[in-house]
């Protein structure tokens, strides 16, 4: 029933342009906590970008000043804007989503994975 559908990965020249798309359904969008995690190979996973519902956002100080988190909660789509990119850019991407429910427990759903490659 929950899904989060990343897209707009691809291959990119370093200083190129991508922006990756998470389209979620099955949650009331609005009130969940959202990131941008991604994954090179072999290596732990990292948070790149986070927005809450309230619209806090924070980024990894690797991506400051070329990535850009934002959502749209009226097409329950979170965006990543990702600019100036480089090779150490090049990951497999997953859009999270997460929120504390009423009585304490957390609800968390993660997106299948985008793959984003920057290469000459």
């Known amino acids: 029933q929950v899904q989060l559908v990343e897209s707009g990965g691809g291959v990119v020249q370093p200083e190129g342009s991508l922006r990756l798309s998470c389209a979620a359904s099955g949650i009331f969008f609005r009130v969940y906590d959202m990131d941008w995690y991604r994954q090179a190979p072999g290596k732990q996973r990292e948070v790149v970008a986070t927005i809450t519902g309230g619209g806090t956002i924070n980024y990894a100080d690797s991506v400051k000043g070329r990535f850009t988190i934002s959502r749209d909660n009226i097409k329950d789509t979170l965006y990543l804007q990702m600019n100036n990119l480089k090779p150490e850019d090049t990951a497999a991407y997953y859009c999270?989503?997460?929120?504390?429910?009423?009585?304490?427990?957390?609800?968390?759903?993660w997106g299948q994975g985008t793959q984003v490659t920057v290469s000459s």
């Open positions: 999270h989503a997460h929120r504390m429910n009423p009585r304490g427990s957390v609800s968390e759903f």
